[in-house]
């Protein structure tokens, strides 16, 4: 848990939730999921661009530091854990084509 809130310590809302299955949508599968949040509060998320064009979005996490390490790793392995599970979402295609790409 230590490195989890290190990891996301820029997020500023942090909350509990259930998680549901698709196959069962009334029983929750886990309960009490931990989930970091980014709000559009400019002041207690100063990285917050606020509605942005794709290519601006890749920019910043391509060149995003945080202290467990290079942000753009981290979206990688977010696209690869989802693809592992056979969730293949187009934003998150995109988004790492774009960050892979040279600026």
Do not use: W
């Amino acid at each position: 848990m230590e490195y989890l809130e290190r990891r996301e310590c820029e997020y500023d809302l942090k909350a509990s939730v259930d998680f549901y299955r698709e196959d069962d949508p009334l029983k929750p599968a886990v309960t009490g999921c931990l989930v970091f949040t980014s709000t559009p509060c400019k002041i207690s998320n100063k990285y917050y661009l606020g509605p942005a064009p794709l290519e601006d979005m890749a920019s910043q996490i391509a060149t995003a530091t945080g202290p467990c390490g290079n942000n753009r790793d981290y979206l990688f392995k977010l696209e690869k854990a989802l693809a592992d599970i056979g969730k293949r979402f187009f934003f998150f295609i995109l988004l790492s084509f774009y960050t892979n790409s040279p600026h």
